[in-house]
């Protein structure tokens, strides 16, 4: 029997995650998996990528094969080059804490009212007209 490591697919139509299963090689791509080993969400920025490294390392030792693109997540977390015995890459880029944005307060804006609007409603305007128009008729 020939075993994959492999990714199976869940989630909505537009916004698909992974996990990163073990499986039978003649088994469909959702079917029944050995053992769950990690996620995979590419939808998130950054993408999240979590592998248990002892499984996967058990795993590729007991002979099972990764697809390709399991192997990209492998090289990308590091488990490849470890189980390879290869230099490891470069840590993945952690999100940015995005800082929150000022408040009006803070900018300097003063809470004080203008008073009036400066255009006036159209209904308004229509009135004043037929109003002013009728003061003219009859002068």
Do not use: C
Request: overall charge positive.
């Amino acid at each position: 029997m020939a075993v994959k490591i492999k990714l199976k697919r869940l989630g909505k139509i537009r916004s698909p995650h992974y996990r990163i299963v073990v499986a039978d090689s003649r088994t469909r791509r959702d079917g029944r998996a050995i053992e769950e080993i990690g996620k995979y969400h590419p939808t998130y920025n950054p993408s999240v990528m979590e592998v248990d490294a002892e499984r996967v390392a058990y795993w590729l030792r007991v002979g099972a094969q990764p697809t390709e693109p399991v192997l990209a997540i492998l090289k990308k977390t590091g488990d490849w080059q470890k189980f390879k015995g290869e230099p490891a890459p470069a840590p993945l880029l952690q999100p940015v804490e995005k800082s929150a944005r000022p408040s009006f307060e803070a900018i300097g804006g003063d809470d004080e009212g203008k008073g009036e609007a400066i255009t006036q409603k159209k209904k308004a305007d229509k009135k004043d007209e037929a109003a002013a128009a009728s003061e003219s008729t009859e002068a």
